[in-house]
């Protein structure tokens, strides 16, 4: 068996990424071949085997960061490998007086490690430790996490404590007594533990586990922001919200729903009816699907609905255009297509501009009512709550009917209390009197 | 002291030069040719590197399509970037044994080079802590990203000299939302020629070579830029 170890990349260097296996475990590798990917600020390297054989052990994932020197897979030399086997201890003999006090062997590593020089020996432990090398990692995680580590049983080659092995302790750890006794911090680890010969390095942080964790803005998040801010500030939101009772659409929708999968392939949902009332009320109430330019209203001859889409990390409002010539099916055909087009980030600039009234649908996400700000330079946004069958009082009877919240945020500077609940009414008429064909 | 062959390739697409760097690595890894410098001009690409992230690329691909910008994963280090007219790309193809067996003093010495020779312009550039390449004032004017295979590198670098930075504006450059800049952006017109034959003379004293002695490859009239 021949340890695979990260290798040191450069002086200053004390931990690497490892991007990228080459080869899986149980595959033939040679020596010098290729084996495995890793990654230090911009740099990537690909790495060699020390060894020819098959890869019997990996014991770091993709994407994990770990000290130089970590072992990080094993290589079973099996039929060829006696002379291999052979040689390592002899060689292992022979590398450079090092300084190290350490009593026990260190694994064949030596004889292993590929191109680059053997690293320098671990500096002298404290008293505490136990025999046997320590990985920086493992160093490290020890100072950080308070721990003795001659309690600590190591599982690695030679009884060599892992990263596994400090991890399984601290699991284990709540439960049994916490290691040290003294209430704060005391300095008990001496931890003087350098990692690695580093000349000119900082010391490292101090021992406190990180408290906060910084990561800058996306753009698209930072656009968001800024986007968001300026409505506020630009905007006198208020918003009303209406109840609907959606019994009339939910008995349509349930009519249609399976000719909608079997004939096009999508479902039916209640949001093209939502859109279909709202561009019916708009159209009355022009004044809604205005803009407020300087000291003049801005009327759109045409209706464009913002349709929010929620993403990962973001949110985007494609546009389906001249929603007024579209019936129910047509916009049930733009909402799907435009949701999963902005999801696998296809849509094209223009269809996210030019939205003359935007529709958030926050009831997918469970949201009863909802205040949405307006998206600039539009003057009004209906949100959508859940639909949820509720007992309500019709003619002094109680009824289970499906209710909706629907909320609306105008802008006050444009359009006053009366005119935005007159809007309202008219989407939940046309909304509880469902009539028109939906395809 | 070691020589290092400089190869000026003019306007060349990403896709060539990537395999011209191929061919030259496994040369210099068997030791048939000494260490090499080219200095390349590419055509509009984005670029995303093995541990880059793909929602750094703002545009889809329509829109990159539509302005005439390729995409080329690819296999150096870094996330993603933009190359393209107006822009000094260098790739030099080094065995680290024969410098030092270290790459971050390898990627030190990449900076290095390229503040050495922004200084010779006139230009104070620096570096920020942990971010990787070479600022002026917190804007990026040079990006660096490296391969390397058995201590030989590969990929390099690339200095705005006169690049049309709007192109910036499809990516979030190296997984970094910091501005960009270039020379020519800092007021300093210079063609790429000039710059690389200022530049060569920084990388032979950075990394102990001799560098062949003479006029710029390109010795015709300055090629105007494209936009």
Redesign the interface.
């Known amino acids: 068996m021949t340890d695979v170890v990260m290798p040191q990349?450069?002086?200053?260097?004390v931990e690497g990424?490892l991007?990228?296996w080459l080869k899986k475990p149980g595959e033939h590798v040679e020596r010098?071949e290729?084996l495995f990917?890793i990654?230090?600020?911009?740099?990537?390297?690909?790495i060699?085997s020390p060894a020819a054989g098959t890869l019997s052990e990996v014991m770091v994932e993709e994407g994990k960061t770990v000290g130089i020197n970590t072992v990080v897979a094993r290589i079973d030399e099996n039929g060829a490998g006696a002379a291999a086997a052979a040689a390592a201890p002899a060689a292992q003999a022979a590398p450079p007086p090092a300084p190290a006090p350490e009593p026990a062997a260190p694994p064949v590593q030596a004889a292993a490690a590929p191109?680059?020089?053997p690293p320098p020996a671990e500096e002298s432990a404290p008293a505490a430790e136990p025999a046997g090398p320590l990985s920086p990692l493992v160093r490290k995680m020890a100072r950080e996490n308070n721990i003795d580590l001659s309690r600590i049983k190591g599982t690695g080659a030679g009884g060599r404590i892992t990263k596994q092995d400090v991890e399984g302790y601290l699991a284990a750890r709540p439960a049994a007594a916490p290691a040290p006794a003294a209430p704060v911090r005391p300095a008990a680890p001496p931890a003087p533990a350098p990692v690695a010969a580093a000349p000119a390095t900082a010391p490292l942080p101090p021992a406190a586990p990180a408290r906060t964790r910084i990561e800058?803005?996306?753009?698209?998040r930072?656009k968001i922001a800024e986007h968001m801010v300026l409505s506020r500030r630009t905007s006198a939101h208020v918003t009303t919200i209406h109840r609907v009772d959606m019994t009339a659409v939910a008995k349509m929708r349930e009519h249609n729903k399976a000719a909608f999968q079997a004939n096009y392939g999508f479902s039916l949902t209640y949001l093209p009816f939502i859109v279909r009332a709202a561009v019916v009320a708009l159209r009355q109430f022009p004044l809604l699907n205005a803009s407020l330019d300087g000291n003049n209203i801005i009327y759109h001859n045409e209706i464009n609905i913002g349709i929010a889409v929620a993403l990962e990390?973001g949110l985007i409002v494609p546009v389906i255009r001249a929603a007024d010539e579209k019936n129910v099916l047509g916009l049930q055909r733009s909402v799907v297509d435009l949701a999963a087009r902005a999801r696998s980030?296809?849509?094209?600039?223009d269809e996210v501009l030019g939205g003359t009234f935007s529709i958030t649908n926050f009831g997918s996400y469970g949201s009863l009512v909802g205040t949405p700000i307006i998206n600039q330079p539009q003057v009004a946004i209906l949100g959508v709550g859940t639909v949820d069958k509720t007992p309500v009082v019709i003619h002094d009877a109680i009824a289970i009917r499906s209710i909706c919240h629907l909320s609306l945020s105008f802008d006050h500077r444009l359009i006053d209390g009366a005119l935005a609940d007159q809007f309202m009414t008219k989407v939940k008429q046309v909304l509880e009197g469902w009539t028109e064909e939906v395809q | 002291m070691r020589n290092c062959s400089v190869r000026e390739l003019g306007r060349m697409d990403y896709a060539s030069a990537l395999e011209l760097q191929r061919r030259l690595v496994a040369e210099r890894q068997q030791g048939a040719i000494p260490d090499q410098l080219l200095l390349v001009e590419h055509p509009h690409v984005v670029t995303l590197?093995?541990?880059g992230h793909r929602?750094n690329l703002?545009a889809?691909?329509?829109?990159l399509a539509r302005a005439g910008v390729d995409f080329h994963p690819t296999?150096?280090?870094?996330d993603i970037t933009y190359h393209g007219p107006g822009q000094l790309v260098g790739y030099p193809i080094l065995d680290l044994?024969e410098w030092?067996?270290?790459?971050?003093?390898?990627?030190r010495g990449l900076e290095q080079v390229l503040i050495d020779t922004l200084a010779a312009f006139g230009i104070a550039a620096g570096r920020i802590p942990k971010l990787?390449g070479v600022w002026v004032e917190g804007r990026k004017i040079a990006a660096?990203?490296?391969?390397?295979?058995?201590?030989v590198t590969s990929h390099g670098f690339a200095l705005n000299v006169s690049t049309d930075l709007s192109y910036f504006q499809y990516i979030?450059p190296c997984g970094?939302?910091k501005p960009v800049t270039s020379m020519a952006a800092l007021g300093i017109r210079a063609g790429l020629e000039d710059v690389g034959y200022v530049l060569a003379g920084h990388f032979g004293r950075v990394f102990d070579c001799q560098m062949p002695v003479g006029a710029p490859a390109h010795s015709g009239a300055r090629k105007r830029e494209t936009l």
């Open positions: 990349m450069g002086e200053s260097i990424t991007t990228k010098d290729p990917e990654s230090t600020d911009k740099v990537d390297t690909e060699p191109a680059p020089p800058p803005l996306s753009t698209m930072m990390n980030r296809q849509l094209k600039p | 590197g093995r541990n929602e703002l889809s691909d329509e829109i296999d150096r280090g870094g044994r030092k067996r270290d790459v971050a003093a390898y990627v990787t660096i990203g490296v391969h390397i295979a058995r201590w979030v970094l939302t």
